[in-house]
Nanobody, 120 residues
Framework: QVQLVESGGGSVQAGGSLRLSCAAS????????MGWYRQAPGKQRELVAA???????NYADSVKGRITISRDNAKNTVYLQMNSLKPEDTAVYYC??????????????WGQGTQVTVSS
């Protein structure tokens, strides 16, 4: 089993910054892509940013230039640095990891979610 534990959410004013962290723990062979998704009330969950084990990144158009994803493979941790936050960034943010298990199966895991609230 793999656990993803998120931290760093909170409330900020528009223009502020937050840094989210997500640490993976448990027994697994390797972690491939890791990413952050978000879900606002009444909306579908959407990709914010993703990063491969080799550092290739992918961003939603709405966050490009304001949000940066990074990871520390040695710590099995992914980060999301969010700057110039806007009220429309308000959502529950979920960490996601594509894990190769000890039996070499590919399994997707999700964190429990962390609330980000941006006030105008």
């Amino acid at each position: 089993q793999v656990q993803l534990v998120e931290s760093g959410g909170g409330s900020v004013q528009a223009g502020g910054s937050l840094r989210l962290s997500c640490a993976a723990s448990g027994s697994f062979f390797s972690i491939n892509a890791m990413g952050w998704y978000r879900q606002a009330p009444g909306k579908q969950r959407e990709l914010v940013a993703a990063i491969t084990s080799r550092g290739r990144t992918n961003y939603a158009d709405s966050v490009k230039g304001r949000i940066t994803i990074s990871r520390d493979n040695a710590k099995n941790t992914v980060y999301l640095q969010m700057n110039s936050l806007k009220p429309e960034d308000t959502a529950v943010y979920y960490c996601n990891a594509d894990v190769r298990t000890r039996s070499l199966a590919q399994v997707e895991y999700w964190g429990q979610g962390t609330q980000v609230t941006v006030s105008s």
